[in-house]
């Protein structure tokens, strides 16, 4: 039974058991009973279960337990025993932390007594026990070790008992690490990558090991690489950040513990800039001019919206001179997609950049030139500039040498000094730290050092400021430096002496050549130190070789004693040490450090910045200068000023053109404008000397041989752009020294003079306005003057001098200004600056639009910081001097902004300043000031007004100047916009409170413009808003004081900058709104050169003669003719059908007794007359308003003309009106009589008709037939009984002479007693008149060979122009009208008064009126006949007695009469009214045809008009039309415009195919009126009786009475016997009008004398329309007769181009008797003076002369070619004009006699050249 237990598994707390025979199942259902207890006794268990097996649980370990197992069903028993197993620790394992041990643990035993047992831990290598160790049973870890690096050993553990027993073992097998990697070390690194390496761990040569290199940061692992050498290069690394380096040996799996290494990678300069958006720049350098760039404004203030807009808004900000610049914050990273993954390296939780690194970057991205700007700007904000610039990268840094010499400071120790900063000695004090976590603040006590108590200001960024506290990343290494300048306020000044002041940013440890150079440069360092124990073997190692000053905090009581115990075992020499504790306080630091500076820079070696470089060189420190292109540059510029000893010395000997010569011409040409020194002298000689003074002097200039600086001065500008930059640069840093230098002597020597009592004054004098200046202005006005007279000389001496207009664009585009105004000879170098600007047109062409922005205020008022502040930019300003002159700078304007202000540039104009107190004289001053405001008011767009609030008296002086400038721009049609600018307003509510000022200062303004307008002459009660828009709140603008404290320490007010930005702002939104096209450079020269020709006149507004406006207005007058000929083609197309109309009523009337009463068709046409007209006139006045709102390009110039031309339509309208409401009446007045006439004619027709027809009834009774011959005799006896029965009563004839007398008497009966004499002695006046007409003067004392001349040449005149109008009134076939009488008398009074040079008395305004009444009389008398004689009823009816006899045999022998009735009707009646239909229309096509073909030009415009006249006289070289032109005007040009006329049609058949244009025209009409009154006539012969061929006739008329006129007579005897059939007729009618149609082209086509054709039209006559439309008012200058050329009649002004010598029209010299050659432009500009009739015979002023002749405008031109055309006439025809007129030949200057025909040409071409193309 025994056996039948069997124990499958024993352990120390469990066994597991089975009981049965092996392999035999156990009976189902069968239940067995367990129990179990120790031999010890000790517990007894029981179990029951159904299963063969179990597990005993909890039992104790090494203990015998006896087992028993009952079969309940089989009552059977199975028993054993068993001893538990010895228990081996659980869960060993090791832990191998260093190559040479392993760490051993278990788990402790359970359930077993602790003092029983103990372990035993056995080391076995390959099978060889190495090590034994025993552990007592309350440990559960063992370290074995001397164990060997990456080698495999077994570890065994068993339990040992007291007695003896042993556990099992239980085995662990352990793999020892390898060795770690030795000296592991960073070979190098940079920004986005590290270098390590390390050395092979010592071991077993046999042991092949490699390494694992792991990169981390402190979120993850970035990189794994595993190698088997002992370097390795970690790449793609984010700059700034710190990094993690693990190195493992690896033995295969096996790894040793690492050996690790923190490092953090550099910030290269690539990587800051890409955050910034300036990558690009580093190498493509931002340029000054791209930064100067106006950019659509933002709302962006202090924050920009991103990363890349940060630099963009520091610069616009610093280049504004805005102190806020540094305080910038960008917008939260969130909204920069570029900042968020720009940010991901390093500063995550940073929105900002520090503002160093943001300068430094700045600086590293900008060229040379806008570094200075920089520097500069930084200077003038009172911000640290650089000095040491550092480059992260190259761990290289650069002595910003060249950056910093634009800087000129100012201080005051004995007196005023003003030097370049970087040539003045100054001790330097430089400031540095040592450590890297300071507590105290260096920069932030360094400000507080250096600043006042009245002005602490923030000049070194520090922790405590806006972004300060942001980490550096690229900007340490750098050393900035700053001044302490005293002003001679002993309150205020820090220092007596000025200091320079240096601060190194960062740790000196890291930037040891920065720490050297200032050690050797410095009078003193003070080292800023915290931990003196870290830093002492560092401090102990330096040699600085001038006073250190230690800086140490001690924050508590230890540290304090710890420093006083380790400073004197320093091994360092200090000057002094201070120890900053917790009780002192930072005023008291402060003072310690003001105490230690002023102690050291009373005992120091001063130094400049230049003579630093030599130090920087031997340190290996680069310098900015140093570079070839620089260098060369530097070297020509050397060459140059080298020799200058004396200023004025050299300006006389090197710059001679701009000396005496270019002056001595300013006063020559300003002479010849206003010819104040020509005396009694004649006018055009003396210009004439003056011309040749010019001449001369111009030649003496082009004489001069080209001096060695000027030469080289032109080499240096031609060389590439970058070097010739440097080159401006050095010679302006050269000149500006030289200058100092110079004034500074000249001060002293002054200074002596005015101490000397006995001093001459004149020598004083002599001394204040001697000009000490000499710029790169000079040099550029020395250009200017040799190209002027090469120019002049056509001789280009030197190779480059053509282009030197192009080098100075290329150099205006570059940002470099150009002289406008030479401000010391106050000319302009018309010349140069219009070739200048032409280059530049080229070289922006098509982006060449330009908007000018001017400044004008009295002198140093602050206008040259205003434009500076306000774009940027840096005047030319001679030291030590205001602006003299104007300069003008470009700005270029963004492309996207370009579209909103459209223009590509702004150019600025800066001025000097007005009331110069340098001018000799205050009328020189006042004249020169408004010359200045006039011409730059003249030019801008925008004017800005500067007007200091100081000085109300200059205030009130400046703007009376300016007023009168906006006057004048008002006047000549410049429309400028203005804006005050009231500078040094404090007041923060200034706008607001000052309402009542700004009203106070309108008022002020009105009462100037007024006074302004009674100075030119220009209305009364002007008021300021009404010369140009002005809005009493947006166009004034206050701006605070510029400076914020008292220099020289003071920064820039950032108030100031704020405000001159919005003004800015406001500026531009002012340009973007303005309706005015921008100009382009060539406009612009334009506008230079006529606004500076008239200003130098002393009647600008009659002197201004502008070719851009000349140019406008003449297009604007060529579309008002074009209007205004469609207005009056379009009104005499009306009346021309109305006047068919009103003759068709005696057809009408005749026929029908219901014909509407011819007064009431004649009302019925006025009223339809007014609302053509009123329709017309809408549609003119809509085409001049639409015209000036067009973009019509310079529009705007004449819009000061848009009521003349609304004024012309309205006079347009109003002859119009009276002219053809004229016609009409005399048209109905004609009509009326021919009624009367026809009346009587109708009865004897109808009383003839009668007898006809009872002649014939009576013959048809008869059976006999007559003969042809017996009809005939029938016939006769019965026409000449009917004529004898019947009364043909004739016209009464009138006796017009008769009563053209009594007309005449009654026009001179007021005349005096010979007039009445005269009439009385008249006997018949048709008598008078016959030949030629004589002008008689009998009154001694009256005679005057002249004037008779004059007389005789005006009487001939009116006669021509009387005849002309006796002519056009006789040509009507029409009877006597005494209102045409009433009208030629008017004619003659009216042309008498214009007369006025000629003195007509009454006897000979008498006898000349009898002459041409006589005339009159005799043409009036045979038109008044020859009426009666036309309508004479008899007459009229003998006429016809043919047709009335054919008629009577065709109706005796009942002959169809339809075929021949229709062609007799078609060319007896249709015929003539179709020619005369052709006629009535040849006249308006006509002159169409002139207007719009190849000639149309010179019939465009009155001046074109002039223009072809004067050219055809050149041209001819004949004097007798020369003498016909002069003479009578009118009669030449109706001949002239008639030959071009009668030459146009004649080539081509061009008359031809107007006339059968018109012919087919009517002849269509005609053929649809005979059609529609067939179908007519056929429908109402179904309802009524058919109507006779005479009403089939006359309808047919009636339908076309607007067409053609009806002849009543050959109509009715034609037609009167006719009873043809309508319908057979219409046939037979269409037929004959094709026939006609033939007949008539033919006949057209016969007539092919176009002369003859012209002659023979009596209404509408083209000539006489061209005539009218280029005659216009017919007003002619009161000086010399040329005739006015302003567009339509009602003008204010009258104005012609070209005024002639008077000689020309007969005036000579009373003493002399030699014909007169002065030219009244030239005599308007003198102090000559004219008297006649106009003038009662009283000497006035020819400068005065709108006094007399106010509506003339005649303006001043003296110029050269400006009359050469004339004088070339004059000249050639001298003599046979004194011949002509009975004088002396005139005499003329010589170089009249020198001008050739083609000079002539030109100046025809050069005076019309606004309008011929």
């Not at 239909?1477 to 006249?1483: E, M, T, V, W």
């Not at 002369?1745 to 106010?1750: F, G, L």
């Amino acid at each position: 039974m025994k056996g039948l237990i069997r124990f499958t598994h024993v352990g120390p707390y469990s066994v597991s058991l089975e009981w049965g025979e092996p392999g035999v199942n156990v009976r189902e259902q069968q239940t067995f009973k367990i129990r179990w207890k120790s031999k010890l006794g000790l517990g007894n268990y029981s179990y029951t279960t159904q299963e063969n097996n179990y597990k005993i649980q909890d039992l104790s370990p090494d203990t015998t337990y006896n087992i028993k197992v009952v079969a309940i069903e089989d009552n059977k028993c199975f028993s054993s025993s068993v001893h538990t197993a010895i228990p081996a620790p659980d869960n060993f394992k090791y832990v191998s932390e260093e190559p040479t041990s392993v760490s051993l643990s278990w788990t402790p035993l359970q359930k077993m007594d602790p003092s029983s047992y103990e372990f035993q831990v056995i080391l076995y290598k390959n099978a060889e026990e190495t090590q034994s160790v025993t552990v007592k049973s309350d440990t559960n870890t063992t370290v074995m070790k001397n164990l060997l690096p990456a080698t495999e050993y077994k570890a065994a553990i068993i339990t040992k008992l007291n007695n003896g027993h042993l556990s099992e073992a239980t085995i662990l097998n352990i793999l020892t690490k390898p060795l770690p990697p030795e000296n592991l070390q960073i070979k190098n690194f940079g920004a986005t990558s590290v270098c390590l390496k390390w050395t092979y761990p010592i071991t077993d040569d046999m042991i092949k090991l490699r390494f694992r290199l792991i990169c981390s940061d402190e979120n993850n692992t970035l990189e794994s690489l595993v190698t088997q050498e002992t370097e390795a290069k970690v790449l793609s690394l984010q700059p700034g950040n710190e990094y993690t380096f693990s190195v493992y040996t690896v033995v295969e799996s096996n790894e040793s513990t690492p050996v690790k290494l923190t490092q953090r990678t550099n910030i290269n300069m690539e990587s800051v800039l890409m955050e910034l958006g300036l990558q690009s720049h580093l190498m493509n350098k931002m340029t000054l001019k791209s930064v100067l760039e106006l950019e659509k404004s933002s709302d962006e203030d202090q924050t920009a919206p991103s990363f890349t807009s940060l630099p963009w808004l520091f610069l616009r900000k610093l280049i504004m001179g805005n102190s806020s610049a540094r305080s910038i914050t960008c917008a939260s990273n969130s909204n920069s997609e570029t900042f968020k993954q720009a940010s991901t390296d390093f500063n995550e939780d940073q929105e900002g950049i520090n503002p160093l690194d943001l300068i430094t970057a700045l600086f590293h991205c900008s060229d040379p030139f806008l570094q200075q700007e920089m520097a500069l700007k930084l200077s003038v904000c009172q911000f640290a500039v650089p000095l040491l610039l550092p480059n992260c990268d190259t761990n290289e840094c650069t002595l910003t040498l060249w950056a910093l010499r634009d800087i000129t400071k100012q201080f005051r120790v004995h007196g005023l000094e003003e030097n370049s900063i970087v040539r003045t000695d100054l001790p330097l004090i430089s400031f540095v730290r040592l450590g890297r976590n300071p507590n105290l603040s260096k920069s932030e006590f360094l400000n507080k050092l250096i600043s006042n108590k009245q002005q602490n200001y923030d000049t070194f960024v520090h922790r405590k400021l806006e972004n300060g506290s942001i980490n550096k990343k690229i900007s340490n290494g750098l050393v900035e430096i700053s001044w302490s300048l005293p002003s001679g306020r002993k309150n205020i000044d820090i220092f007596k002496e000025p200091v320079a002041v240096a601060n190194l940013r960062g740790d000196i440890t890291d930037f040891k050549v920065q720490f050297d150079f200032l050690s050797r440069i410095s009078s003193g360092v003070f080292l800023f130190c915290d931990d003196l124990d870290s830093n002492q073997t560092f401090l102990e190692s330096q040699q600085v070789g001038c006073k250190l000053v230690l800086i140490c905090n001690a924050a508590d009581q230890k540290s304090r004693d710890n420093l006083k115990q380790k400073l004197p075992k320093l091994k360092l020499k200090t000057h002094l040490t201070i120890l900053k504790d917790g009780k002192m306080n930072d005023a008291e630091f402060v003072t310690k450090l003001k105490k230690a500076v002023a102690e050291i820079v009373a005992d120091s070696t001063k130094v400049s910045i230049e003579k630093m470089s030599k130090t920087a060189i031997d340190l290996g420190i680069l310098l900015d200068e140093d570079n070839n292109i620089c260098q060369n540059a530097k070297e020509k510029a050397n060459r140059i000023t080298k020799d200058i000893k004396n200023i004025l010395d050299y300006k006389i000997n090197e710059l001679p053109l701009q000396g005496k010569p270019w002056k001595d011409i300013s006063k020559l040409e300003k002479e010849m404008c206003r010819l104040k020194k020509a005396k009694k002298q004649n006018i055009e000689h003396y210009m004439s000397e003056l011309k040749c003074q010019i001449h001369d002097l111009r030649m003496e200039q082009g004489n001069h041989r080209m001096n060695e600086a000027i030469n080289h001065f032109i080499s240096g500008l031609y060389c590439s752009l970058e070097e010739q930059l440097y080159f401006l640069k050095w010679m302006k840093i050269n000149l500006d020294l030289q200058t100092k230098k110079h004034t500074s002597r000249f001060e002293e020597s002054y200074g002596d003079a005015c101490q000397n009592p006995t001093e001459d004054k004149e020598c004083l004098r002599d001394m204040e306005n001697a000009n000490s200046s000499l710029g790169l202005q000079h040099f550029m006005r020395e250009l200017s003057q040799l190209y002027e007279s090469a120019h002049f000389q056509k001789t280009w001496n030197h190779p480059h001098l053509q282009k030197l207009p192009e080098i100075c664009a290329q150099l205006m585009l570059n940002g470099f200004p150009l002289e406008l105004i030479d401000g010391d000879a106050s000319n302009i170098p018309l010349t140069w600056i219009r070739d200048v600007l032409a280059a530049l047109n080229k070289l922006t062409s098509p982006h060449n639009k330009i908007r000018v922005v001017t400044v004008l205020g009295v002198q140093s008022s602050g206008k040259s910081t205003l434009l500076n502040t306000m774009f940027g930019v840096q005047f030319a300003v001679s030291s030590g001097r205001c602006t003299r002159g104007a300069f003008m700078l470009l700005i270029g304007v963004s492309e996207e902004f370009r579209s909103e202000l459209k223009c590509d540039y702004i150019l600025v104009i800066d001025t000097e300043g007005l009331k110069s107190p340098e001018m000799e004289k205050p009328g020189d001053s006042y004249e020169h000031d408004n010359e200045l405001a006039t011409l730059v008011v003249g030019l801008s767009d925008i004017t800005i007004v500067n007007i200091s609030m100081e000085n109300v008296i200059e205030m009130k002086d400046t703007l009376q100047i300016v007023v009168h400038a906006f006057l004048r721009m008002k006047e000549v049609g410049k429309k400028p916009c203005c804006h005050f600018v009231h500078q040094n307003t404090a007041d923060v509510a200034v706008h607001e409170k000052k309402a009542r000022e700004r009203k106070m200062f309108l008022q002020k303004l009105d009462e100037m413009t007024q006074a302004a307008a009674k100075m030119e002459k220009r209305g009364k009660n002007k008021k300021f808003t009404d010369i140009l828009e002005y809005n009493i709140d947006e166009n004034n603008w206050y701006i605070p004081g510029l400076w914020l404290g008292t220099p020289p320490m003071a920064p820039v007010n950032t108030g100031y900058s704020e405000e001159v930005s919005n003004f800015k702002d406001g500026m531009l939104n002012v340009l973007r709104k303005t309706k005015f096209p921008a100009q382009d450079f060539m406009e612009f020269a334009e506008w230079i050169r006529s606004l500076w020709k008239a200003v130098q006149f002393e009647n600008f507004i009659f002197s201004f003669r502008n070719s851009l406006v000349a140019e406008a207005y003449s297009k604007l007058c060529a579309e008002f003719n074009t209007w205004e000929w469609a207005f009056k083609k379009h009104m005499i197309d009306w009346y021309t059908k109305s006047e068919t109309k009103i003759s068709n009523m005696g057809v009408m009337s005749v026929q029908s007794m219901d014909a509407p009463n011819i007064d009431h068709i004649l009302n019925d046409l006025k009223y339809e007359f007014s609302d053509e007209l009123d329709k017309e006139e809408k549609i003119i006045f809509n085409k001049i308003q639409q015209y000036f709102e067009s973009e019509e390009e310079h529009v705007h110039l004449v819009e000061n003309h848009k009521e003349n031309f609304l004024n012309s339509a309205r006079g347009l309208r109003r002859e119009i009106d009276i002219y053809l409401k004229n016609k009409l009446e005399n048209a109905v007045l004609i009509q009326k009589g021919i009624e009367k006439v026809e009346l009587i004619k109708r009865n004897q027709r109808d009383n003839m008709k009668k007898e006809v027809l009872n002649l014939i009834s009576v013959f048809r009774n008869s059976t006999n037939s007559l003969s042809e011959s017996q009809l005939n005799e029938e016939f006769k006896k019965l026409w000449d009984g009917t004529v004898k029965q019947y009364s043909f009563t004739a016209l009464p004839r009138q006796d017009v002479v008769k009563e053209i007398y009594r007309l005449l008497h009654n026009n001179l009966e007021m005349k005096g007693r010979a007039v009445q004499e005269m009439l009385l002695n008249v006997t018949s006046l048709d008598q008078c008149g016959i030949g030629p007409f004589f002008a008689k003067d009998e009154t001694p004392e009256q005679r005057d060979e002249r004037r008779n001349s004059l007389m005789q040449m005006a009487c001939e005149r009116i006669t021509n122009d009387c005849e002309t109008l006796i002519s056009s009134k006789t040509r009507e076939k029409s009877d006597y009208n005494s209102a045409d009488i009433q009208e030629l008398l008017c004619s003659i009074d009216k042309n008498l008064e214009s007369c006025s040079e000629s003195e007509i008395n009454p006897e000979v305004e008498a006898a000349l009126k009898i002459h041409i009444c006589g005339i009159a009389a005799r043409a009036f008398q045979k038109m008044h006949d020859d009426y009666i004689q036309r309508n004479d009823p008899l007459k009229s009816l003998e006429n016809f007695k043919e047709e009335w006899l054919a008629d009577f045999k065709d109706l005796y022998y009942q002959r169809d009469q339809c075929q021949n009735k229709a062609e007799t009707c078609m060319n007896k009646c249709f015929g003539p009214a179709v020619m005369e239909y052709i006629n009535k229309r040849l006249g308006p096509d006509i002159v169409d045809e002139m207007l719009t073909s190849k000639r149309g030009v010179d019939f465009s415009t009155r001046s074109l008009f002039q223009f072809s006249l004067l050219k055809q006289l050149l041209q001819e070289d004949d004097f007798s039309n020369v003498s016909a032109y002069v003479e009578n005007y009118e009669k030449y040009v109706t001949e002239w415009i008639s030959e071009k006329i009668i030459e146009h049609f004649s080539k081509d058949d061009a008359l031809l195919k107007l006339e059968l244009k018109h012919l087919s025209v009517i002849i269509n009409k005609l053929k649809q009126a005979v059609s529609y009154q067939k179908e007519v006539d056929i429908c109402y012969s179904n309802k009524l009786q058919r109507t006779n061929i005479h009403r089939f006739v006359t309808f047919i008329f009636t339908r076309l009475n607007k067409d053609l006129v009806a002849p009543t007579d050959t109509l009715n005897a034609t037609l009167f016997l006719n009873n043809s059939d309508t319908a057979e007729f219409a046939d037979c009618l269409l037929s004959s009008i094709r026939k006609m149609h033939q007949s008539l082209a033919d006949q057209l086509f016969r007539e092919s004398n176009v002369r003859g054709k012209l002659n023979r039209l009596s209404l509408n006559r083209p000539q006489e329309e061209l005539f009218k439309k280029m005659f216009g008012c017919g007003k002619k200058c009161p000086f010399c007769s040329a005739p006015c050329e302003a567009v339509g009649n009602d003008h204010p002004e009258h104005f012609t181009s070209a005024h002639r010598p008077q000689g020309i029209r007969n005036y000579s010299w009373f003493s002399t008797g030699k014909l007169v050659p002065d030219i009244c432009s030239s005599l308007v500009a003198s102090e000559k003076k004219f008297c006649g009739k106009s003038t009662g015979y009283e000497w006035h002023p020819y400068k005065e002369y709108r006094q007399i002749h106010p509506d003339w405008r005649i303006q001043s031109d003296t110029s050269i070619e400006a009359t050469d055309f004339w004088k070339y006439i004059f000249a050639k025809y001298n003599t046979k004009f004194a011949e002509r007129y009975n004088v002396s030949p005139a005499d003329l200057p010589a170089d009249w006699y020198k001008i050739s025909v083609e000079q002539a040409n030109k100046c025809l071409k050069k005076t019309f050249k606004h309008s011929k193309k």
